[in-house]
């Protein structure tokens, strides 16, 4: 018992993530509102402040808290930089306004209150003395001056309580245990469309890989279809050793390229572009024609290494060596990955590995790519990532990761908590109205959301999923709209706005591409019938085009009776977006679905007009139930409007 | 970075109460369950064990987790001992368990190991270097010696994976970063019936104060009525400036005996026993003779002080003087306590304040008294709490506080959070089913399990509920039995058996007593008609002979459609309780209600029989649906077990 322990209790803060283990999330622009119960013994009045600085700021700038309710007190204050920004919150009993708050209470029982009198001036006195504010000693000479009702007036003013309140007696002051901390990342992280796709099979010449500059022949067509970041596999030097070929053949044909997540030869290893692509300058150039047309470049970073890659011969302790001698090929028993090999994250030597990998990102930031999609982040530690992410956003916080973990519920949270800036999420796999709903729910509305950014992808080069395999054209239009719509981050894999849906194997029973891109050329006809590019367009522009479809947790689920259809809007400020998806390929479905006319200011009797933004057709209508009729064949999904009839 | 960061990640650990900031609670003889997710990147396999410790030993005890699903693990160890105990979880990448586990895939898929048993050798052989256990020695020597099949059998028997098991490698383990803390209480903790008397209103002469020896003749029929726990209001000398009058008049008359929280006169103070009741060796004998009788005395500790207290002369510092140099009486303004004047907590000298506190209670624990009941706790610093029932219970583990804060909600739970044993709660304001089901649901259900044990006090001397005003007689058994069996522990204000319900004022309009005790002598006619002592003995048998009413969290509600029918079951092992209540005093009211006969194993259509405690009948019955018929007259509540008809 050294010293008076403050009086005041702060608990309960939100945001608050694992007891401030981990930071939560959120974009420039945004307001962080900060909450706590603060509350203290007895009858006293409180003060409360939230404190905050941007990282490498010493200083706290502080922000008062109002009382809201059942002792719960908030703030918030404006996250204008792209950085980490820290917060915390003090509290102190108020003497003044405790003081304030009796006397007028006593007033108003008609008792007297000279001693009272005396005690207020003896809290400016106080004051004065911590501060030697002239303004706090003209009050007290003039409360000497007046009389009982002069004083009376004095000290109740507004003009004394505000300079009381920039004097504050804090000696019995409670800071909040722990210092919080918020990632403050562009808005990119929250909002924007990807396609994906293998830059040697974007070329003319069956039987060769294309080149970045042929590549770049593609992304006219890319960017007039909406996309906003162009995510390329991985460019580098692909091994020889162990070689795959086509559909994941254990022995590859002379003229198999390999997969190119097999990484490195001895034409390089991660720093390295494969020499098939062209060069390092062509690759930036590539990236330069990218973002000319408003589109960024993202790269696939996959951590480990074929059996030629330089590191084996440069750091052979890197590697874990087997009592033959021989190095483990990557496996997840009894499945095989022969022409991988893993790094050992815990050899002897990890830190001139982890920093290597550090290296390896840092140089291709260099090169102008600021987003980067991580393979199997699930299979390293996961205080690599908390370190090496920290350590490229502490140089470069635009730097954007996307997680792609398909796992375990709990280690794909994890991923995120720890620093990922978006994460792939099970909607792959989620495809009735009870899955999307209940998923939705939980990454729109429960902790996640403070902290996991979804990327809704459709498909990725692994995975075509069984309804897209089964529902065919129809189907790629109603999951490309759920996507696009439910998350703000979505993407497609190349093949999609050609409905590519032919499975290796029976259909249902896998969900790998028949020849698949990633283990041989390809040469496609981009403008092969039954294209949905210009379904895509138009969403995409919807999606530019209303605010409220570039938010995450504005979402919620709206009644539409039939099981077929789900229903749900979104809302930023003006702006408020209804969707209705058929989530039936097959068959046409047909329900009332409920606008929340009273949340619009739309009265229940009143017409309206609702505007469907695919067709661009204006419907007349009246009451909150509105009949919709959806044909997979012909409009699987609607996107609505309203605006009052003139 | 300085040295390799452990893998494993381990969260979300239960019991842990605002991240570790304040313990949890229990009992002595319960098992503490500990639940975590844990989990590491990749596929390889976890060990985990929680350590625990009784708080004084330095060395861990560990027990092993075992995985639940999804990611939880669980273990549990008992609490044998009336102290804090300390856990805290570790885990590590189980490298053997891995290996077993890759090896077992590869051979179910039909492939041979030979280059996995020898991996499997190194990692046996790693354990030998750490242990030098000779028996590893001997399992590599025998796995020398061996063929193929040999070494597959030594390797994977368990007698080698039990050896493994004692020699785990810790190198890559996380220990969780917090410890946590269990305070574990004796059983009076959580159950017991407390009768709280004014021990000057205990004799048989009018106008004058009864003696402790006076007390002591109502021992016997407290004792009698089932009670645990006899409750005293101050038994110190009480003040005679601005002494209140009977029902709290401002001036006191010649005879009246004053407030007996106004403590403190020339006779002395919290440590002096009021000369009218006797002497301190009269005391103990009352503590004593409530021993032999096994109950054991409360007391009650208010921390205030009449304007005579010796504090005041002796350490004028404690208190603060106003401009005027006079002392602050209590107020809540625009009420005032003219009887009272509080200390300054936080004033210059305040270690010393504290200090004589614990003396105090230290002082009262050396006269036998381990139960205190603290008076308006939450106008006194919730430090000051926190630290002095620590360093009391550092002391003696046995003594127990009980809060008396009839405040907001977060206060009472602050308060039971920072070491209140048990507290006051709403529960003397719910009437309706609503309004009981509700609060007791979070009550049982809901964090405050962890750290809040309920008492349930149906009337205190400040609160003589509506109900009980207009309910009469009725009301009073019926708000019995919901204490008695809502909460494991109670407890009720003398006069209770009376059904004393005279209000000062109008019915309705206060909770105040009529010629409350509080301010003046009373005798009463403890057999006069109409009592219900009878009734309460049966009560308080009840909860003796079930151990399902000694327990708190095993509530559960069931159905009754009627909305004036509270219907509820405890079960603790073998034994289940079911009580029926009639909440409305003044009409009878019938419904059925359903007894969850799929939990007693008895079938739909198997006959049983219905034993009613309080009356002692015995009711056949069939079907989980049993009707009832409660008349507030009559039978305000009943409680009910079954068993199968022979």
Known sequence: MSKARPPIVIEDVYPELDCGRYPVKREVGDRLEVWADIFKDGHDLISAVVKYRERGVRRWSEVPMRHYENDRWTAGFPLTKNTRYQYTIEAWPDEFETWRAEVGKKLEAGQRVEVELLEGREIVERAYSRSKDKRLRQTLDAFDAAGYEGRLALLRSEEVRGLMREHPDRSLSSTY??????????????????????????????????????????????????????????????????????NNALVAGPGDPGSPYAIGSEEGGHKAVHPELGTLEDFRRFVAAAGERGMEVALDLALQCSPDHPYLREHPDWFRRRPDGTIKYAENPPKKYEDIVNVDFYCEDWESLWREWLEVILFWVS??????????????????????????????????????????????????KLGFTQSYTYFTWRNTKQELTEYLTELTMDWPKEYMRPNFFANTHDILP????????PAFMMRLVLAATLSPTYGIYSGYELCENTPRGERGTTVYYQDSEVYEYKVWDWDRPGNIKGYIRRVNEIRRENPALQELTNLSFLPAPDDNILFYGKRSGENAVFVAVNLDPHDAHDTHVQFPLWELGIGEDEPYVVEELITRREIPARGSWFWVRLDPHQNPAEIFRLRRAV
Not at 466 to 473: D, P, S, T
């Open 177 to 246: 245990g722990r210092t919080l901390e918020v990632v403050v990342d562009r808005e990119r992280a929250r909002y924007g469309a990807w396609y994906e796709m293998f830059p040697r099979s974007q070329g003319t010449v069956p039987g060769r890989s294309a080149t970045f500059r042929e590549a770049e022949a593609r992304l006219d067509e890319i960017s007039w279809m909406g996309f906003d970041v162009v995510y390329l596999t991985p460019i580098h030097p692909i091994g020889r050793t162990n070689r795959k070929g086509r």
């Open 367 to 416: 090169q102008g790519v600021k987003i980067f999609r991580v393979d199997n982040p699930h299979t390293k530690p996961f205080p690599f990532w908390e370190w090496v992410i920290r350590e490229v956003q502490e140089r470069h916080p635009d730097v954007i990761f996307l997680s792609e973990a398909f796992t375990r519920p709990k280690v794909m949270k994890a991923l995120a």
């Open 466 to 473: 069984h309804i897209l395999q089964f529902g065919g054209r």
